[in-house]
Each structure stands twice: as structure tokens, then as C-alpha cells.
Nanobody, 114 residues
Framework: VQLVESGGGLVQPGGSLKLSCAASGLTLSSHVVSWYRQAPGKGREWVGL????????NYGDSVKGRFTISRDSAKNTVYLQMNSLKPEDTGVYYC????????WGQGTQVTVST
């Protein structure tokens, strides 16, 4: 089983990025998938999740209204659309398959800066 995040990079404040979490070895649509982030020198923060079955979503207060999680079952991929980015959104973003056994991706760096 492998989760691979991609789509990170450098973006100016107010900009947008779309992260992907692609899975191999398991069907993502059958599991709850969360996104987390970790800023330099800080602990890992929960960003949001997409549920299963169905695609209900829930978000942390710091990203609510700006970030959107979605899923493409045909591509076995979960996405994190990030809009109105702020410098405090900077960090390494991880996806996680919830429930035992837990699986994490390796992370992708997002930097919001001028």
C-alpha cells in the first residue's frame, strides 16, 4: 500500500494550489481519508477529511471556507483544493488513510510567501 501526495509548491498569498493523494494497493473510496499539515517547528495539524461511504467532508476551523476536499474514484485519488492561501498555511501536507491499518503519505511541501 502506498499513498503519494503531489502538487505542492511556492505560491503567493491569496493564491491557490491543488494537492493530490494517489493510492496504490487499496481503494481510497472505501475509506475515510484525512489531510494533515505540519508547519516548521510545530506539531501535525488536522486539516480536514472526506468520509466513506459517500463523500461528506469536514474541515478544521483554520481552513474552513477556503479549502475543499474531493475524491475521484476512477483515479483512486483524493484532492485538497486550497484557495485564498495565507503565509500561515505554509507546511508539509500529508494525506492519511484512517482506520486500521493506518497509512500516511510522504508529504508535499507548500510554501505561501511573497
Amino acid at each position: 500500500v502506498q499513498l503519494v501526495e503531489s502538487g505542492g509548491g511556492l505560491v503567493q498569498p491569496g493564491g491557490s494550489l491543488k494537492l493530490s493523494c494517489a493510492a496504490s494497493g487499496l481503494t481510497l473510496s472505501s475509506h475515510v481519508v484525512s489531510w494533515y499539515r505540519q508547519a516548521p517547528g510545530k506539531g501535525r495539524e488536522w486539516v480536514g477529511l472526506i468520509g466513506s461511504p459517500g463523500s461528506s467532508t469536514n474541515y478544521g476551523d483554520s481552513v474552513k471556507g477556503r479549502f475543499t476536499i474531493s475524491r475521484d474514484s476512477a483515479k483512486n485519488t483524493v484532492y485538497l483544493q486550497m484557495n485564498s492561501l495565507k503565509p500561515e498555511d505554509t507546511g508539509v501536507y500529508y494525506c492519511k488513510k484512517e482506520g486500521l491499518p493506518v497509512y500516511w503519505g510522504q508529504g508535499t511541501q507548500v510554501t505561501v510567501s511573497t
